[in-house]
């Protein structure tokens, strides 16, 4: 074999070797994107779990947040005025947010008062109710433009509502958990001063038992727009989506109207909504 035959064959013989390397590089390459999709896909939609407290806090005066509240996931509780876990109305919060303050990282155990309440604007992240007292959170705006955001965490143990809407503007929220409550969210049925509520339910785990996941008051304009909700335990499909009231100003109890999706008051497809 000459010299320039035998250039040739190394030559061959190296492209060869660095197609077979480039090709298992490739190969590896899909393979992680593959298992990294796999792992991003099978997580998808799963509940958070519970976290554990970091440590415990007696609150005994409601804590008041102007701009932003970071708990470190420790677990604030009642204590004196606020040592109450009841139905009663008016009661004060443990946390009281103004306008555009944010609460994050917390969890709020036994007695729980009236949880949380926010003045206007405001966003709730990764907040947990152990033991809702009379409310978790209820928002009091009175702007239409006021947006209140809950992000993440959960509530369990509710005699009623979870998320009281008794002011004006815009609630959403997403990948949140409720469990053994009456209702995920509402709109107040009969506050001395109604307005036109909207409400966006997204990535929502429920688990049964629960009435209502949310309530809107059709004659005020109410709406509620619902996506990837998961209902968990209820097997005879007792829990309604969404219920539909006649609500009032004058303090009666409101009037049930229909449920379902109608597109005016309650939007959603029936794919929206998965049981487990």
């Known amino acids: 074999m000459t010299a320039r035959a035998e250039q040739r064959v190394r030559h061959r013989r190296t492209v060869t070797r660095r197609r077979a390397v480039i090709g298992g590089t490739a190969a590896l390459g899909i393979t992680g994107a593959a298992i990294l999709t796999t792992s991003l896909l099978s997580s998808a939609g799963a509940a958070t779990t519970w976290p554990k407290a970091t440590g415990n806090k007696a ?14 996931l420790q677990k604030y509780y009642g204590t004196g005025a606020l ?13 009281e947010l103004k306008d555009g303050a944010v609460l994050k990282n917390v969890i709020i155990g036994t007695p729980a008062a009236d949880g949380v309440h926010c003045l206007g604007s405001c966003t709730l992240r990764n907040v947990w109710w152990l033991d809702v007292g009379e409310d978790a959170a209820s928002f009091k705006g009175k702007k239409a433009s006021a947006v209140y ?40 049925g009969n506050c001395k001063t ?7 339910l997204s990535d929502i785990d ?19 727009t619902l996506s990837k909700i998961r209902i968990h335990g209820d097997t005879k499909k007792k829990a309604k989506v969404c219920q539909e009231f006649k609500g009032n100003s004058s303090g009666k109890e409101p009037t049930s109207l229909r449920s379902g999706p109608d597109g005016t008051a309650c939007h959603y497809k029936s794919s929206d909504i998965t049981y487990q």
């Open 59 to 72: 609150v005994a005066k409601t804590i008041t947040v102007s701009k932003s509240y970071d708990g470190h």
């Open 83 to 95: 040592g109450t876990s009841d139905q009663a109305e008016d009661q004060d919060p443990v946390f």
């Open 149 to 188: 955001k809950v992000i993440g965490g959960g509530a369990q143990k509710a005699d009623d509502k979870v998320l009281q809407f008794n002011g004006a503007g815009k609630l959403s929220v997403t990948g949140f958990q409720v469990k053994d409550a009456g209702k995920l969210v509402r709109s107040c």
């Open 194 to 200: 109604q307005y036109k509520r909207s409400i966006t």
């Open 206 to 224: 429920v688990t049964y038992p629960i009435k209502d996941v949310v309530g809107v008051n059709a004659n005020y304009g109410d709406t509620a």
